[in-house]
């Protein structure tokens, strides 16, 4: 089955955020890919943000590498170095450890469609703009290390 029905997948819009920082991303749809082809050595996700969604909290990975392919619409691509736009195409990453918090917004008035690639979340997660963090892919918490 090398051709994946992305129909026949199901889109959700769920998120793991405290409801404090879930409202950016209730207009993010996606569809986990790695678990309906059998691969399991990344992840990777077929994305739709609708206007004025983000892709996630701004953020970077201890250790995990991740990238981004744009396939339709525009997104901004903001980092610690500033804002970038991002057309199909265009193509952004991530290397791991490296302390550069990242975030994708549709700031059009058109869906943003995108694929993005990484590993499932088994590492240390920081989110430089909040008092998030995630521990070791095991959950959300305070900075301080308190729960929510």
């Not at 008035?109 to 963090?133: E, K, L, N, Q, T």
Request: glycine share 12%; aromatic share 10%.
């Amino acid at each position: 089955m090398p051709k994946l029905d992305l129909d026949a997948i199901p889109q959700v819009n769920t998120t793991g955020y405290p409801p404090e920082y879930a409202g950016v991303v209730k207009d993010r749809w996606y569809r986990r890919l790695a678990p309906a082809s059998g691969i399991s050595d990344f992840g990777f996700t077929h994305a739709t943000l609708k206007p004025g969604a983000w892709s996630a909290q701004r953020h970077w990975h201890e250790g995990e590498d991740e990238f981004v392919v744009m396939l339709s619409g525009e997104a901004v691509l903001v980092e610690d170095g500033g804002e970038t736009l991002l057309r199909p195409g265009d193509i952004a990453v991530f290397p791991k450890g490296v302390a550069n918090g990242h975030v994708l917004q549709n700031r059009g008035d058109a869906d943003c469609v995108f694929i993005a690639v990484g590993r499932p979340a088994a590492s240390d997660c920081h989110y430089p703009d909040i008092d998030m963090h995630l521990f070791d892919g095991t959950g959300f918490r305070r900075k301080d290390g308190s729960g929510f």
